[in-house]
């Protein structure tokens, strides 16, 4: 697979995984405005949804609190930051986005803000095999001097397992049938998510480690 920018592949479980950041590939990120505005903080607010599933932004959500907290942050808790929000007159992702940095300061007290859109969400069923992709562009910025302070592109796809064990092509159709029957049961981009968020925050090119972490270091 390849990706723009800086490139990784993982393969796990038939997952492969690309994770893209900003800079050419030979260029180290430049974490000048990061270690200038080091959070300790973060508020992750509901992702853009951009993908044609609905169900996208919030499943997609689920996934990034984890690997944050890991790399040594207090990440807000993403159900009582969606629900203060709705409940103070943004009931959509696009209108929590559209809040300044300062009322969310003011609110929550965050030292950064997490942005997260998401480009492609979902598994996508063909003849003889699904493919399930995701695509989601990540930004965070400082709460009080609204300076960017890291940017990151996650690439991650399943493909299910397309190699069929034999039985020529009636075989790989009833295999593949069986397959799309189960995906199309539960959200394998969910899973597919959480994998790839704990490669995009915690591999070189992603977050710092924070002042929570053992190995926290200006």
Not at 142 to 150: E, H, P, Q
Request: with cysteine.
């Amino acid at each position: 697979m390849k990706i723009a920018f800086a490139k990784l592949k993982v393969q796990a479980s038939l997952l492969l995984l690309g994770l893209a950041l900003t800079g050419c590939a030979t260029t180290p990120y430049d974490y000048g405005n990061y270690r200038a505005h080091f959070p300790r903080s973060i508020l992750v607010l509901p992702p853009l949804n951009e993908s044609t599933d609905i169900k996208g932004s919030y499943s997609y959500l689920s996934t990034v609190s984890y690997p944050i907290a890991e790399m040594g942050y207090y990440v807000y808790p993403i159900v009582v930051v969606d629900q203060m929000l709705k409940e103070n007159g943004l009931p959509t992702p696009g209108e929590m986005h559209q809040a300044s940095l300062k009322k969310l300061r003011e609110v929550f007290g965050a030292d950064a803000v997490l942005y997260i859109t998401l480009k492609e969400y979902g598994t996508k069923f063909q003849l003889l095999s699904s493919v399930t992709r995701v695509m989601a562009q990540a930004k965070l910025v400082d709460a009080v001097a609204g300076t960017v302070l890291w940017e990151g592109t996650l690439v991650a796809q399943d493909d299910g397992g397309q190699n069929n064990s034999g039985g020529g092509i009636l075989g790989a159709i009833i295999n593949a049938a069986v397959k799309q029957a189960l995906n199309s049961s539960v959200d394998h981009a969910h899973d597919v998510s959480r994998f790839a968020n704990r490669q995009m925050m915690n591999e070189n090119g992603g977050l710092l480690y924070g002042p929570y972490h053992p190995k926290h270091k200006l």
